[in-house]
């Protein structure tokens, strides 16, 4: 790694650390309900919305009334995106006349936005409405990351009571995780966003002159419209030319806004935070990566305040951070070192002269190979899937990071909430695995860690594993799912297993490769995306109404101190294992068989 990279890398590390304690302060402030002489206003407005939405705020839930919530709120914005993407065409705000997106991309990108994965298999400026991308996909970006932060602040609950059998108001925690966290930052982002270029306008699409003639090529439609395939399936294209191109345009800025600091990361357009009009510029850049992981790790601070045990919070972040900034070391040099069979080409003598040194393939020429990789490694750690460069142009190395991130199950930082209550639940079971070597019944947070509490652990840790890895296979056996793979061997390998490690822990980032706007994989990653969000809330929740209604066991001379250098290492080793032991023999068939190939190149 170079001097200079490892001091960008140093600046964004030092950077998100120094912010944590301040942010997560507030936050736990929000939570306790002593915010009131700081935001008055916002209070006001908090009162009103109770108000008309008859919502008692001072009458708390028990954990199934809580799922129930949570789950009422988001099959509602399933059917609003869903209904909003199919009647577009006669809706207002579509100045370009787009029109109804097709039902299996509607369904898939529905459950995409209320999981907090945003996957999207369309390209945005060409398929959605000004108002499909506001009132649909905004709101729910801000609706899937206040939904996590609710649920994990309901289970700091069950660690701070006892002998309770509530957990908090479901509707209160959204609502201020709303108005006083998402909304104030994001609308402070958007602003500075708008002050480095980013776009926000309702005007229509520009279309303006160029100084040369272009020739592309472009899918070649039958006499209904639909895209002519070959005998094998593979879609035929055509030679064109033109003299104009049309700028997409659109309200950009208050969604890349929400969409990195609520760990979302759909983009307003098709090539995400690559687009000059999403990311124009290095400060917009490193801001769009430091709002990804801002909340997450923010949110450590804050569970250390609200249990009273500021050491358990620095606990996680530290896990966390180690993790994250080893696997940015694996991945920054495998980039910089680029691919050996080009230097044989003398391919790499012409890279050099632009970009000295590294792989440039699928990247922005504005950012370079270390901003590129480290962005990689930032979206795939929160569960962000926002991209400024193409993760299938990566080295086989180079793109084994992200796709692992994902499948240790989004808890190296993780979305917001949805990371730390990940996170959590490891620590149950590496307390658990180390009460089996002593004989003793865990302990976590001075609450004892039962039959009950294991089972549902196992539950979160399973279910994501079994949407990836079950999918791939169903999708690599099937007809219909290798019609979509355009790359042959283990590179075609690679690109399904992200496709579906992504959607199987609520990413949304792409390998690219696959054509995945089909039936196939709309339903396909549609109910890995459905599946993998809920079925680990409702286990979350379940165990959080658990350790509520339990009395806290003082602790004594056996009990395992988790607020230990050893106790990180102990919880490293537990996230490492799982992740490893679940998807070594599939990296092995993809990531690891390529870069085999690849060293190997005479």
């Not at 990351?145 to 959204?174: C, E, K, P, Q």
């Not at 490891?426 to 860690?449: D, H, N, Q, S, W």
Request: aromatic residues 10%; neutral net charge.
């Amino acid at each position: 790694m170079t001097a200079q990279g490892f001091l960008q890398i140093s600046i964004y590390v030092l950077s998100l650390l120094l912010l944590a304690k301040p942010l997560g302060t507030y936050m736990a402030r929000v939570y306790q309900n002593e915010t009131v002489g700081l935001n008055r206003w916002f209070a006001g407005v908090e009162r009103f919305f109770y108000r008309v939405s008859g919502v008692n705020p001072e009458k708390e839930m028990n954990w199934v009334q809580y799922s129930i919530a949570v789950l009422v709120l988001n099959l509602l914005g399933l059917l609003v995106v869903y209904f909003l993407q199919r009647f577009q065409d006669v809706l207002p705000f579509n100045p370009q006349a787009l029109p109804a997106v097709t039902p299996d991309s509607s369904f898939n990108t529905a459950i995409s936005f209320i999981s907090n994965t945003n996957w999207q298999g369309y390209s945005g400026e060409a398929t959605m409405s000004y108002l499909t991308q506001m009132l649909g996909l905004t709101v729910q970006n801000f609706l899937s990351a206040a939904t996590g932060m609710a649920v994990l602040v309901a289970l700091i609950r069950g660690f701070s009571r006892r002998n309770s059998n509530t957990i908090g108001n479901f509707w209160v925690d959204m609502t201020r995780s709303t108005l006083y966290i998402l909304l104030p930052l994001s609308l402070i982002l958007a602003l500075v966003l708008v002050g480095q270029g980013v776009v926000q306008t309702f005007s229509p699409y520009q279309t303006v002159s160029l100084q040369e003639t272009v020739s592309y090529q472009t899918p070649k439609l039958d006499a209904d419209g639909k895209p002519v395939t070959d005998a094998d399936g593979k879609p035929v294209t055509e030679a064109m030319e033109t003299r104009q191109q049309t700028l997409a345009l659109g309200p950009a800025a208050s969604q890349i806004a929400i969409k990195q600091l609520g760990t979302n990361g759909g983009g307003f357009f098709n090539v995400n935070s690559a687009h000059p009009y999403e990311n124009p510029t290095p400060l917009s850049n490193f801001l769009e990566m430091l709002a990804i992981l801002l909340i997450p790790a923010a949110l450590c601070y804050t569970f250390g305040l609200m249990i009273g045990d500021i050491r358990q919070g620095w606990v996680m972040l530290t896990a966390m951070t180690i993790v994250f900034v080893a696997l940015v070391a694996v991945t920054v040099p495998a980039e910089q070192n680029g691919n050996p069979a080009l230097t044989t080409l003398g391919v790499d003598q012409i890279v050099s002269a632009q970009q000295p040194g590294g792989n440039m393939e699928g990247k922005e020429a504005r950012f370079g190979v270390v901003n590129s990789a480290l962005w990689a490694v930032v979206t795939t750690a929160a569960s962000n899937g926002s991209v400024n460069s193409m993760h299938d142009s990566f080295t086989p190395i180079g793109g084994m990071v992200p796709m692992w991130l994902m499948q240790l199950g989004e808890v190296i930082y993780g979305g917001v909430g949805s990371g730390l209550y990940g996170m959590i639940i490891y620590a149950l079971i590496a307390v658990f695995l180390a009460g089996l070597m002593i004989g003793r019944t865990p302990e976590y947070l001075g609450k004892k860690v039962e039959a009950f509490e294991v089972k549902m652990s196992g539950i979160v840790i399973l279910i994501p594993p079994l949407m990836v890895l079950a999918g791939t296979a169903i999708a690599l056996m099937t007809d219909a799912g290798k019609a979509s793979i355009f790359n042959p061997g283990a590179h075609g390998f690679s690109e399904v297993l992200y496709a579906f490690s992504s959607a199987g822990n609520n990413n949304g980032s792409a390998f690219g490769g696959i054509s995945a706007n089909v039936p196939f994989y709309n339903f396909m990653l549609g109910m890995a995306m459905l599946f993998s969000r809920f079925w680990l809330i409702i286990p979350v929740l379940a165990i959080a109404g658990s350790f509520a209604a339990k009395k806290t066991v003082p602790a004594g001379p056996g009990t395992l101190s988790t607020h230990t250098p050893l106790f990180v290492m102990l919880l490293i080793g537990t996230v490492l294992m799982v992740g490893a032991l679940t998807f070594v023999p599939a990296l092995a068939l993809g990531p690891v068989a390529e870069h085999l190939q690849m060293i190997s190149h005479p």
